[in-house]
């Protein structure tokens, strides 16, 4: 078990940014700086290393027929941060967490040329699914080359919840969106293998999931947590008092030796706020292997 960050750092140093999360990580991930400039932001970033060409319009991003000088800014930009981190971390860690954006929260972002969600279209959402494994692959091959290191890939949705309940908005109102299962969600995600799936959607289905534990107050969601961890699945968790969990994990009645929980750093509006964010996030997680799940 261990503790992290989730990728987005404030501030615009990357410097300043990578210092915290070496120090104070014990799984060091990429730093994300969406502050510095449009094509920073989890969209942009990973819309810049897809093989098909994606830019900014009017109201989203969108597919275009040729590269973009915005997305080319920010696939440089990618470059040279794992140039000066490459540099910058050499020798100091052999595992190193990526984050890039899942195929959900892209289809619904992205829009094809007519303007409709990508989402919209299931030859497109195929097709932007596939470019996006060639994308997580080549990075977590280049990324692991450059630092000689293990890589865990974690994948964005913070658009599942809207995707699985249905209120995506079209591109007009009489355009209808409808709900995706959650059988569905995690078909298209297995092709990526394993992976840490960031998301408040309540998706006890993916193998590595964020989970707001304050948010299982009804009897089917502690049901199916309880299930998830009973079947080995793991959870990563805000900073909880140990105590707090070792209660929940009685309440589910399953073996606190046998259940896997993490803890990841809250995002924070300061770079001092986030180191203090980062140091709780491994205490507790040492607290609590040490005290509720061991």
Known sequence: MTAFGLGELPGVSLSQAADIVISESPLPHLPQLPDRSLGSDLIGRTASLLPIHVDRGARSWRVTK????LTRRATDQIQRDLDFLEEAWAGRTD???VQLVGPWTLAAEIEMPNGHRMITDPGALKDLTEALLDTVN???ADVASRFDAEVT??????????VMAGKLKGTTDF???KPV???????RLEPFGEYLLNTTAPLFG???VTVDLEKLNTP??????GAALGEGHRFAIAPLEPKRVGELVDKLQIDPTATHIDVYAPRAATLKEAAGNYAQAREYDEILQRDFLS
């Open 220 to 225: 089917k969601l502690l049901d199916d947590a």
């Open 66 to 69: 040729r590269p973009q000088i």
């Open 181 to 187: 299962h959650s059988n569905d969600v995690l078909e």
């Open 175 to 177: 355009e209808e969106i």
């Open 138 to 140: 080549s990075h977590v």
């Open 206 to 208: 993916a193998q590595w």
């Open 153 to 162: 890939v974690q994948l964005d949705e913070p658009r599942l919840p809207e």
């Open 95 to 97: 595992t190193i967490k």
